[in-house]
Each structure stands twice: as structure tokens, then as C-alpha cells.
């Protein structure tokens, strides 16, 4: 068994390296090249790096791909590019652009990992003949000694961790997935990029989305969907009209500053924040700190890395082994994280049948928006995850 868990020696072994042109996924694959492996890295081009060629915080862009390709010529593998603007561009752009005129706070990272990465580079894999696909990312890859089955953990680096992000990977994709990089910390792989002599040693970290330079994601909402800019009211939760919105596009859950109202709308000049996003009759929003409070979420499009049953009398088979942890004939006890940045909270899971799945924090959250995704932890294990469609707070203590 190599060290990629395979039963093959590693120059039998043929790897498909994701490589972006950052450090991390080039010291994956010069790591296992280093190991005897067949590394085989892949670079996707995702949109017309030409026009965000200077924009230094990106990824993915022109400099990128020209990084990846003289980090695999300096190694000695083999480094192809692949053109897919048009995947990208329906699976992601356009359905980021979608999102905020639905009212919603999309992250385009994720979906560009559950389509483009881990959908369709996946596949260009299997065509390849590689026995597995490694990527840059931070986090592990843990095969349970009970079950034998690859399961998804947080990794080893909290400040890097990118568990959050990779939710919607499938147990398909995980059986096939490697992350080298998940029990590291970032200086550790920075030592071996300088050990290797890779030009992306001291290359700085990606900022902003690969597809928003400057971080201006209203200009590109603009451009796909040249009506997002029709003004409309700002609402008062009691009611009141206080003020204007020039699109709401330009407005999130939970936010405060640039709302354009003026003083005297609130009691004792409280701060305003908005609260909800209306897109069917184009208003925005807006109360108190204590409106933002939700203690019920929804979730749609859900993927779970554990065998979910809310039907009564389920019991553990050898196919589904773990049936008598989690499920229950009302709820799976787990740790949720909302946001990216958040720490994890304690929360009941009920899974339905359909497809949707209901979260009960213990204790009520802030500025949790529709659009980001919500994903569920037992310790360090990803169980899953979906996309939140909706909020409520009905301030009912969970029963232990």
C-alpha cells in the first residue's frame, strides 16, 4: 500500500494534480513526483484571464497558468491547460450573478468545486487512467478503521481549513479525492517549496474571487445582468419606507454600513441592519440587531457523507454500517458552521425525504443569509451539508 493508500508501487501510480499556480498544489505535485508517482498536472482556465492579467490577488489568471506550467517543466511531468470558460461560465458566473437577484450571498467557490473541479476535472481523471486525484486543499482525507470508508475531517491548520468549502463533496468523490497538504500548516508547505525550488514559494496568497478582480462583484453582476440596477425601497420592519436602494444587489444579510439612511429612522439612533432581502417586490429590509436573530435554518440541495435515515426503524447493515450513530427517528446532534469564518455551533440536523434538511441552533445566530451554504461537523468530521433557502427564529429551547 503506497502512500496515497493504494495498492500499487507510487511509479505504478498515476496522479491527476489539480494545479491552480499557487504554492499549495504545486508542492502537491512536486511532492509526489518526488515520491515516484505518475503526477499528471491540470490546469483549468476558467475565464478570459487576459482582461484580469494584472490583478496579482487572483487565481487562476493568465500568470497562474503560466506558474503551474514551469513549476511541472522544472519538475519533469507532464502539464496540460484546459479551456473551460464555458462550464465556468454557466456553473458559476452565471449563477453567482443569479443568486444576488434572488436576494441571496453566494459563494462562487464552492460551486466551482462541486462543477467545474470536482465534477468535470474528475472526469478528464478517469479518462486519463489516474488511479486518483490530488489537490492543494486543506483538508483530510480519513479512512474510518470500522467502516473502511474515506471520510472528510477538518484539517490539522484551523486558520487554513477549507472543510467549509468542500461540502458538497460526495463519498464518489472522496473515494477518489487525495489531500496531501491536510495535516500540514501553511509554514511547512512554504519550507518544502523552497526545499524544491519551486517558483511559487513565495508567491502570496489569492484574495479575492478568481472572477471579481478588485473584489468589485456588483461590476460583474452588472455586466451579466444589465437590470440589476433598479432602484427600489428600503423598509423599515415596522413598515416604513426610509429610504432608496439602487439595486439589491448591493445589499447582504447582516449588513450595516452604506445603506444610505439617514438618522432619526430608529429609537435612540439604534443601528439599522439589514434583515431581509424581498427580490419579488425589489425592496430591502431593514431593523434592529435583535431582527437579524435566527434560531431555525433551511436547507436545500443537500449532500451528506453519512447514512441519513429519518424513518423509524432503522437499523446498521454492513452496506450502511453507521446508521445506528446517526440516525434517529428525529435528529442527528452535530456542530454547524454558517459562514466560513464562523466557529462551529452546537445544533440538531433533521433530514428529510426530499432532499431538504432543517437545522435548530441552540442558541439563535446573526446575519445568516440565504445563499450561503450551512455545514454540518461531528468534532472534526464533515457529515455535510446544503444551501440555506430560508431563516426563522421561533426562540424554542431545543429538548437534550
Request: proline share 4%; charged share 25%; with cysteine.
Amino acid at each position: 500500500m503506497n502512500s496515497l493508500g493504494i495498492d500499487k508501487k507510487p511509479e505504478n501510480t498515476r496522479v491527476v494534480v489539480a494545479m491552480s499556480g499557487g504554492v499549495d498544489s504545486s508542492v502537491t505535485a512536486a511532492l509526489l513526483h518526488e515520491e515516484g508517482y505518475q503526477v499528471v498536472g491540470i490546469t483549468l482556465q476558467l475565464y478570459d484571464h487576459g482582461a484580469a492579467i494584472n490583478n496579482a490577488k487572483a487565481c487562476c489568471a493568465g500568470q497562474d497558468i503560466y506558474d503551474a506550467k514551469r513549476v511541472a517543466e522544472a519538475c519533469g511531468f507532464p502539464h496540460y491547460v484546459l479551456n473551460y470558460e464555458s462550464n465556468f461560465r454557466e456553473s458559476v458566473i452565471e449563477d453567482f450573478a443569479d443568486s444576488y437577484l434572488r436576494g441571496e450571498t453566494p459563494i462562487p467557490c464552492v460551486k466551482c468545486n462541486q462543477t467545474v473541479k470536482f465534477r468535470d476535472l474528475l472526469r478528464v481523471a478517469h479518462d486519463l487512467g489516474a488511479d486518483c486525484m490530488a489537490t492543494g486543499h486543506y483538508i483530510k482525507r480519513v479512512i474510518n478503521p470500522d467502516t473502511g470508508m474515506a471520510e472528510l475531517h477538518r484539517a490539522y491548520d484551523g486558520g487554513k481549513d477549507q472543510s467549509y468549502f468542500l461540502f458538497a463533496t460526495t463519498q464518489e468523490q472522496l473515494d477518489f479525492l487525495r489531500f496531501p497538504l491536510g495535516g500540514w500548516s501553511k509554514d511547512v508547505t512554504r519550507r518544502h517549496a523552497e526545499r524544491l525550488g519551486l517558483i511559487t514559494a513565495s508567491k502570496p496568497e489569492s484574495q479575492d474571487i478568481c472572477f471579481v478582480p478588485q473584489g468589485d462583484y456588483t461590476k460583474v453582476v452588472k455586466k451579466i445582468r444589465p437590470d440589476a440596477d433598479k432602484h427600489g425601497d428600503i423598509v423599515h420592519i415596522d413598515g416604513r419606507i426610509v429610504g432608496t436602494h439602487n439595486g439589491i444587489i448591493h445589499y447582504t444579510i447582516g449588513q450595516r454600513k452604506g445603506l444610505g439612511i439617514g438618522g432619526g429612522v430608529s429609537e435612540n439612533n439604534e443601528p439599522l441592519f439589514v434583515v431581509k432581502i424581498n427580490p419579488a417586490e425589489n425592496r430591502v429590509i431593514v431593523g434592529p440587531k435583535t431582527a437579524l436573530a435566527r434560531d431555525v435554518v433551511y436547507l436545500d440541495q443537500c449532500n451528506w457523507l453519512i447514512n441519513v435515515c429519518h424513518f423509524e426503524g432503522a437499523i446498521a447493515t454492513e452496506k450502511s454500517p453507521e446508521i445506528s450513530r446517526y440516525a434517529r427517528n428525529d435528529s442527528i446532534k452535530c456542530q454547524v458552521k454558517l459562514r466560513s469564518v464562523s466557529e462551529p455551533s452546537p445544533a440538531k440536523l433533521y433530514v428529510n425525504e426530499d432532499g431538504t434538511a432543517k437545522i435548530h441552533l441552540e442558541s439563535p445566530l446573526y446575519g445568516i443569509s440565504p445563499g450561503q451554504a450551512a455545514v454540518c461537523y461531528d468534532g472534526d468530521r464533515v457529515l455535510g451539508g446544503g444551501w440555506i433557502t430560508g431563516t426563522e427564529n421561533k426562540s424554542v429551547p431545543l429538548v437534550a
